[in-house]
């Protein structure tokens, strides 16, 4: 292919350019009319141009994003809970993440998992269990993967264990202890989960309800309360991020949520500089909220569609799609497992059909996203600053 410069075929247009003919179309009418108040102190206008841009923006990205197909599990009884993982498995499903309402015995969590590759897919762990007690967890895992013949070095996935805004006594000694062990055991586990402010912990079904930007700043400012505890324990900071993903809730504003994702990356970028530790991307495990649906179940399949691809757009690295009749089961003409089915195949029609997973940070020089993103991050770093 020749490296034909396309754009020369087209005469430059600036911005100011720009302004005077959209003034024309909208018959004077002023263009801020059109601007968009997100939230108190942010103000988004629909017009950005390259003017706007000393030098033109770089991807956040340097590789495409083969982010993780996954299905939430509701473990009441473990042999319905494996029934349901298996066929998620079996329809698609690249990770599991299971959520124990109660610490499981190692019978119960053998089976589980039983007939489960455990190399070979996500394991994720969430719920009150873990909340109470993670370690439970990874020592039944270990136990598990020994019967199995296994390295838990093979094994990937996370523990969704956040005790700091749910807990005013954190221990520090048990968190650091735990981290080493698995740095040990198991190094390709995410140990820490900073979860945004509208979720309770360990509720599955919390509502959202909180402004993007001061979301993302509560975030990150979790975040760095646990590389400032546990570095202060000895864990080097590269570690201590390295163990830890962002759980953040997918809303309905498609271009919000993919600057809103991008944005954590920027501020995620900016505490690592801060500490002197290596520039890595966040994990961030990506999920819907039944607050986000309607009682028009159909509606809820288009809007899966679009919700799920702000999220991988925005760079989630693991994404959950709600079942279009969750909480709302009763109005179903179908079982759930059809529900399920179809939320699994979003995101298998964006990654097989779309192939977004091949495209290094899609949403890479948008004006209008790029400055979006920049927006809702500067926010965020103040009110952190401030807050």
């Not at 990205?61 to 083969?66: E, F, M, S, Y």
């Not at 990874?138 to 013949?149: C, F, K, P, S």
């Not at 570095?231 to 201590?240: A, L, N």
């Not at 679009?306 to 003409?333: I, K």
């Amino acid at each position: 292919m020749s490296n034909q410069d396309l754009f020369s075929e087209f005469p430059p247009v600036s911005k100011a350019d720009w302004l005077r003919q959209i003034t024309k179309d909208l018959k004077d009418k002023p263009l801020a009319d059109l601007n968009w108040q997100l939230s108190d102190g942010l103000v988004v206008t629909p017009f950005v141009h390259a003017d706007d841009f000393e030098t033109p923006p770089a991807p956040l990205a340097d590789q495409p994003n083969p982010w993780e197909i996954c299905e939430d599990v509701l473990v009441s009884d473990p042999m319905d809970a494996n029934r349901q993982a298996l066929d998620a498995l079996e329809g698609g499903a690249e990770s599991l993440c299971f959520w124990l309402e109660k610490p499981l015995e190692a019978v119960d969590f053998g089976q589980l998992l039983q007939d489960i590759h455990l190399d070979f897919i996500g394991l994720h762990f969430a719920g009150k269990a873990i909340a109470q007690n993670p370690g439970m967890v990874l020592g039944n895992l270990e136990n598990l993967a020994r019967q199995r013949g296994l390295s838990t070095t093979q094994l990937r996935g996370s523990l969704a264990y956040d005790p700091v805004p749910v807990s005013k006594i954190v221990d520090w000694l048990y968190l650091s202890d735990l981290l080493k062990y698995a740095q040990e055991k198991f190094p390709q586990f995410k140990i820490i989960q900073v979860s945004s402010p509208e979720l309770r912990s360990g509720d599955i079904m919390a509502d959202a309800g909180s402004s993007p930007e001061r979301s993302s700043g509560v975030l990150i400012r979790n975040a760095n309360i646990y590389l400032l505890k546990l570095s202060e324990r000895g864990i080097p900071v590269k570690d201590i991020a390295n163990a830890m993903q962002f759980s953040v809730p997918v809303g309905t504003s498609y271009f919000v949520e993919i600057a809103r994702m991008r944005a954590l990356k920027l501020l995620w970028f900016n505490v690592l500089k801060a500490w002197n530790a290596p520039l890595q991307s966040p994990a961030i495990a990506a999920h819907f909220q039944p607050s986000a649906y309607s009682d028009e179940l159909y509606t809820n399949m288009i809007r899966a569609t679009t919700m799920a691809m702000s999220a991988v757009q925005g760079g989630a690295s693991r994404l959950t799609v709600l079942p279009y009749d969750a909480g709302r089961e009763a109005q179903a003409r179908y079982p759930q497992a059809f529900s399920r089915r179809i939320a699994r195949n979003v995101q298998h029609l964006l990654k097989m059909e779309s192939a977004l997973d091949e495209v290094v940070d899609p949403a890479a020089g948008s004006y209008y996203v790029e400055t979006l993103t920049r927006q809702l991050a500067e926010q965020a770093w103040e009110g952190m600053e401030h807050g």
